[in-house]
């Protein structure tokens, strides 16, 4: 049967068949290629949806947060259009007071002297309760040390007839002058 075909025959057969085995290592190629392919676009698609979710809250977030700002300008802007509607009343006020009156600068004036002078009379009361709370303190000291003193009176009293009693005590008399020195200076303490 070899004999029968010729070498270019075989070599025809040879070819074909090359040619149908790299068709078929094509195919397998591309087979991988393909599920390599749809691996990769899967992961992709995956990645996509993951990003598109993150993107969506992000958006959200924003959203929310715009949503918040508008409100706080909304609040701003109608805090500031009722500050200037005051403003313009008082001026409106101010006008018709100085067409209505000649003494309308005065009638200010004594308004604004009335209002620094309530201000100063809340200072003022204040630094009176605190001198009031540091002379309590204070009174509450010396009444502390005049019974001590009180106590220190009658000790002076004992020591100054002991002395008294000791005639034979050369110093005496220094020891007297003493103790009236101190009695003195406690009553000077004292007053």
Not at 95 to 118: G, P, S
Not at 143 to 169: F, M, N, T
């Amino acid at each position: 049967m070899i004999e029968e075909y010729s070498i270019m025959d075989w070599i025809t057969f040879s070819g074909i068949v090359a040619t149908i085995a790299s068709l078929v290592g094509i195919a397998i190629k591309l087979a991988r290629d393909n599920s390599g392919l749809k691996a990769e676009m899967k992961a992709l698609s995956k990645e996509r949806e993951m990003e598109h979710d993150r993107l969506s809250s992000e958006h959200s977030g924003l959203s929310k947060e715009h949503d918040r700002l508008s409100q706080e300008h909304a609040s701003i802007k109608k805090d500031t259009e009722y500050i200037s509607d005051e403003m313009k009343q008082e001026k409106m006020m101010r006008e018709i007071l100085y067409q209505n009156t000649t003494k309308a600068r005065e009638i200010l004036d004594t308004m604004d002297l009335m209002k620094e002078v309530v201000l100063q009379n809340s200072k003022l009361t204040q630094e009176v309760t605190r001198l009031k709370v540091e002379n309590f303190d204070l009174s509450s000291r010396n009444s502390k040390l005049d019974s001590e003193i009180c106590k220190v009176y009658p000790l002076l009293r004992k020591i100054h007839g002991q002395l008294a009693s000791l005639e034979d005590y050369c110093s005496t008399e220094e020891a007297q002058a003493l103790l009236n020195r101190i009695e003195s200076k406690l009553s000077e303490l004292n007053n």
